[in-house]
């Protein structure tokens, strides 16, 4: 009698472990949930990648406030005179999407490396938007 006692108490034994193994794989997948989660909001918060220019802003929030700005109107009108070069430091499919007739794609990812391709003697005017 006692092995069929001892059978008896192994099944629900299983039984109960069985029911149980929801509950741990919900658990389980709680805490990928949460891990995946704070992996993302990291990766958001996290700084430029190395080599890249530091990314700066002043009290108004304006980004690199140390690099000279030039206004709508001056640029159109060294647009429209030829009097700059116009350089897009988008992605590049941003700037095949749209960017102003005849600029130069050089996206920032690649200006460090790049811009002695510019011609020294001109201005040049650069934009992201």
Known sequence: MSSK???????KRRRRDR?????????????LLIGSALALALNRQAPPAA?????SHNEEGIPY????????????????SQGAIFVDVRAQSEYERAHIPGAISLPLANLEMDYQDL????????YCT
Do not use: C, M, W, Y
Request: charged share 30%; proline share 12%; aromatic share 2%.
């Open 51 to 55: 080599g890249g220019p530091p990314d």
């Open 65 to 80: 406030p140390e690099v000279p700005r030039v206004s709508l109107a001056e640029a159109k009108a060294k647009f429209e």
């Open 5 to 11: 006692k001892e059978k008896t108490r192994k099944a």
């Open 119 to 126: 011609p020294r003697e001109a201005e040049i005017i650069t």
């Open 19 to 31: 029911s149980q193994l929801p509950a741990i794989l919900a658990v389980v997948a709680g805490l």
